[in-house]
């Protein structure tokens, strides 16, 4: 998600906790596949909606962590609506198990003591998937020959040479052939991205790292959320 989008994005929460109906119902339905992602990946199995009860639960977690989803806090949406989804399947999983209620994470729920301990949970289970998903990308980029210090020193400084270079990155990450050849040679297809993009080779190879990392966060958005959210794609 760029910059632009999380704006949006933010925008909207601002009008739902405002009580628009209408905004809620239309962030629900264009996350309803997040949710089912994520509740897919939970139950290991194929779900379905309006069968498996594990979606209505996911989409209850949905509303209530657009409720308690506070931006001041600094933390990405998605993960921070993630890990609410799987507590409360993993609450679900533990009551049908036992056959006896269980307190959620249901706002009535929460006291003041558990809200603490809550968002203790909730900052330390994203430190430790930001940095598993550093880890991850430092591990993907290192196999093109780039490294984090790499990206520092080449990140474009000029407003319209990072915008040019972001446009050849997403366009690349949308292209399936294109991401192919990338991933399969190791290499920027030049030839082609000067064809689609109308950037001379010189630009391309100038900013050959800044693209391919670029591309490879733009093209595993599920992979890469934190990096989504905190990269200024484009700006």
Known sequence: MDSDAYQRLLSTLIKIKSGNRTAREKLVEEYKPFVLKTATQFCKRSLEWGRDDELSVGLIAFNSAIDAFEPAKQIPFLPYCRIVILNRLKDHVRRESKHQN??????????????????????????????????????????????????????????????????????????????????????????????????????????????????????????????????????
């Open 102 to 235: 269980h307190c959620g994470l249901d706002d009535e729920c929460l006291s003041l003591e558990s809200r603490t301990a809550w968002d203790n949970y909730v900052n330390h289970t994203i430190d430790d998937e930001r940095r598993e998903e550093l880890e991850r990308f430092e591990e993907i980029l290192s196999g093109y020959a780039i490294g984090f210090e790499d990206l520092v020193e080449v990140s474009p400084k000029h407003r319209d040479y990072r915008l040019t270079l972001f446009r050849v990155a997403s366009r690349l990450s949308q292209t399936d052939s294109l991401m192919e050849s990338l991933t399969s040679k190791r290499q920027l297809p030049l030839g082609e991205l000067e064809k689609v993009c109308g950037v001379n080779r010189k630009t391309l190879e100038r900013g050959r790292k800044f693209i391919i990392a670029s591309a490879i966060i733009l093209s595993k958005p599920d992979e890469f959320i934190y990096l989504r959210s905190y990269v200024n794609f484009g700006l």
